[in-house]
């Protein structure tokens, strides 16, 4: 869970209330959303870098 999403200070006192507290965090952040998976691959080849750079070159000329 990010952090930035907490704007404010909590102050929890009662045990009981503080594992409820717990509990709803924990299962806030089981509660996500898939990723999503884009079509495309990770290019690590230093050629075929090079190679898709050479052709995105061409086309901007």
């Known amino acids: 869970m990010a952090t930035s999403?907490?704007?404010?200070?909590f102050?929890?006192?009662n045990p009981n209330s503080v594992?409820?507290?717990?509990?709803?965090?924990?299962?806030?952040?089981?509660?996500r959303t898939p990723k999503q998976t884009l079509p495309g691959r990770?290019?690590?080849n230093p050629q075929?870098?090079?190679s898709l750079?050479?052709?995105r070159e061409?086309?901007?000329s």
């Open 53 to 55: 750079m050479s052709k």
């Open 42 to 44: 990770q290019l690590t």
């Open 5 to 9: 999403s907490i704007t404010h200070n």
């Open 48 to 50: 075929e870098i090079l």
């Open 11 to 13: 102050v929890i006192s």
């Open 19 to 31: 594992k409820l507290f717990i509990a709803a965090i924990d299962e806030a952040d089981r509660d």
């Open 58 to 60: 061409k086309t901007n």
